[in-house]
């Protein structure tokens, strides 16, 4: 089995901090774990998803959340976080975690989502 499931999202007001977490499990991360791309995308009512930040060897963010979001991995513990400083109401949107292998395109594994809600 393969899994991915997110904590952290809540409801905060603008200006304000979250941290998602989300944690791996499954044969596919069992011992390999770091040969996985892991990312958080986003999708706000009536819009369609979008890509927030991916983390591999290196890191890299989308334009709206650079500076203010960071993503991290612990390869031990097989969790990736994402840290989401001086939040604003656009960034209103259930969270998803997400996994591929590092020379793939698509995105196979993904949770089951976790609400965020930035209030002004």
């Known amino acids: 089995q393969v899994q991915l499931v997110e904590s952290g999202g809540g409801l905060v007001q603008a200006g304000g901090s979250l941290r998602l977490s989300c944690a791996a499990s499954?044969?596919?991360?069992?011992?390999?774990?770091?040969?996985?791309?892991m990312a958080w995308f986003r999708q706000a009512p009536g819009k369609e998803r979008e890509f927030v930040a991916r983390?591999?060897?290196?890191?890299s963010y989308a334009d709206s959340v650079k500076g203010r979001f960071t993503i991290s991995r612990d390869n031990v513990k097989r969790t990736v976080d994402l840290l989401m400083n001086s939040l604003k109401p656009e960034d209103t949107a259930v969270y998803y975690c997400?996994?591929?292998?590092?020379?793939?395109?698509?995105?196979?594994?993904w949770g089951q989502g976790t609400q965020v809600t930035v209030s002004s």
């Open positions: 499954g044969r596919a991360f069992s011992n390999t774990f770091s040969s996985y791309t």
């Open positions: 997400a996994a591929k292998y590092v020379t793939t395109n698509e995105y196979p594994y």
């Open positions: 983390i591999a060897w290196s890191s």
